[in-house]
């Protein structure tokens, strides 16, 4: 079967009708007095009817909107229209029952074949899109505007040879302009000094070649006239579809307060500063003073403890000086033997003389004496040793100590206060490793726990028990004190590390001891921990890494 072919002339009006049909615009054509003569569908759409045939022959059209039904209805003779060959176009809103439409109109006129204008010819064309789409850009772009109009900060664009494009209302205001269009244009050559306007030409000469931003501070006058620091970044912009920029932004930035701010910020550093190494004396120096005061209460001890010992030693001495007298006179008489008249009567007498001054006991008493000095002497040493490790005078480094000999040490030193009523247990780790330590600030450590060890029993029960003990436990040394003393009540417990807390009466204590014990155990990167009961007693313990990183930590040496 066939398809029959259209007739393709001028009479066949059913063929002109479907081609109209197929625009997708409304199209219609007037003859001169207005009348339709020719349209399609979306005519008959635009113009609200439901076939074209309804259209033909119409030329009144009342119920359009006014813009529409000016354009449709004539009114004036067609030639008015003007020239032959142009067109006349105009936007207009149509509304529909979905909606509103927006049409450009395009009127052409109908030239005969002797070119007599005989009608007109429209084509509308659907812009709704366009309009919205151009409404919405118009719309950012006055977001965009009042946006940039409110930054508080100069806001400017330039081209690549540093003309400016545009800005927003503050850096017209800065550049004193009346508005931003008198800057259009123009580039910094017509506002600010030849030196000055060279220098932002270079630098964005470079922005440009780069394509990389830069922020710098400037100084420029505010438009109050007065010389003011900016933070000025630019930033270059790149086309869609270019790589190198088209352009730059630039921001300004005052930051003139900034600044006083960021220099008054930098003053109280350096006076915070400057405070803190005077608190840090004043600190050293307490701790100073502390230790001191803790060696004045030793010192009577001391004293004490040392005549004991050098009073053996004198009395010693002076018991041996007279045994030797007794010894001597033996041996003068010994010595004189040789010369006797009479050798008989002479051995005599020698042997009664040995009997009265006790010759042979004199050589016992002699060697108990001696032994007595030693031991006196050796105490004495103890004692000074004892001082002497205790405060390790001029050693404020770190150093390699064997904390049993410092816990004795200590304890030398404390003997004449623990003496009669207090026992020292000792339950020593014998595998315990050297230490790394500041060895005065933590022997000042242990005097301070086994000092107040002593002061909770002499407080307390009167006589008791001190029990210290050590051990090796991983990477630490853990040292416990404990006592049998008054203990602690828990309002007691959670103030004793504060500075100055004290219980005891006025000049006895400080209150300094443990703060001080605690800032050395943390400075060791150790720990202090205790436990505590009223009327039982209390265990502080200790835990002390063996190795510290002595080179990190050189700077920060303890108090
Ligand atoms: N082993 C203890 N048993 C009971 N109470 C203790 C013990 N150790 C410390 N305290 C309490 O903690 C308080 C604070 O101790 P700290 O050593 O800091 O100061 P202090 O001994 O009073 O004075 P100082 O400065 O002379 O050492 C003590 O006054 C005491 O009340
Ligand atoms: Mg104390």
Sequence with gaps: MSI??????????????????????????????????????????????????QLIGNSSFPYLVPELRALVERTEPVESLGEADSSQSSEIAVQFPDGTRTFEFKQNRLIDDTGNMIGTATLAKDITKNVEDKLQIELEREQLKTLIDNIPDPVFFKDTESRYLNGNAMFATCLRANSIEDVVGKTDF?????????????????????????????????????????????????????????????????????????????????????????????????????KMASLGVLTAGIAHEINNPINFVYAGVHSIAKD????????????????????????EELDQLKKEVGFHEAFTAIDETLVDIRLGAKRITEIVSGLSKFSRLGQESWDVTNLHEDIEGVLVLLKNKTKNNIRIERDFDPNLPALVCFPSKLNQALMNLISNAIDAIDDGPGKGCIRITTQAKEKTVVVSIADDGMGMEDNVKAKVFD?????????????????????????????????????????????????????????????
């Design 4 to 53: 029959p072919k259209p007739a393709t002339n001028e009479n066949n009006p059913f063929l002109w009708q479907k081609v109209l049909d197929t625009i997708p615009d409304p199209f219609f054509a007037q003859d001169s007095d207005g009348a339709i003569i020719a349209a399609n569908d979306s005519a008959a759409k635009l113009f609200g009817v439901d076939r074209v045939a």
């Design 190 to 290: 017509d506002f600010f000094d030849y030196d000055l306007a060279r220098s932002f030409r270079e630098d964005e000469k470079k922005i440009m070649e780069s394509g990389v931003g830069v922020t710098q501070e400037e100084i420029n006058i505010s438009p109050d006239d007065k010389v003011r620091d900016y933070q000025t970044t630019k930033t270059p912009i790149f086309g869609s579809d270019s790589d190198s920029p088209i352009g730059l932004v630039g921001i300004a930035r005052d930051i003139t307060e900034l600044k006083t701010a960021r220099e008054e910020l930098r003053t109280r550093a350096t006076e915070l500063s400057k405070t803190l190494d005077k608190l840090k004396y004043a600190q050293s120096q307490l701790v100073q003073s502390e």
């Design 324 to 347: 030797f007298e007794d010894v001597r006179a033996v041996f003068k008489k010994t010595e004189q033997l040789p010369e006797a008249e009479n050798p008989k009567l002479a051995i």
């Design 499 to 559: 500075p100055f807390f004290t219980t005891k009466r006025v000049g006895k204590g400080t209150g300094l001891g443990l703060a001080i014990t605690y800032s050395i155990i943390q400075d060791h990167g150790g720990r202090i921990s205790l436990e505590s009961e009223s009327g039982k007693g209390s265990v502080f313990t200790l835990e002390i890494p063996i190795e510290q990183n002595t080179e990190e930590s050189q700077n920060s040496k303890p108090l």
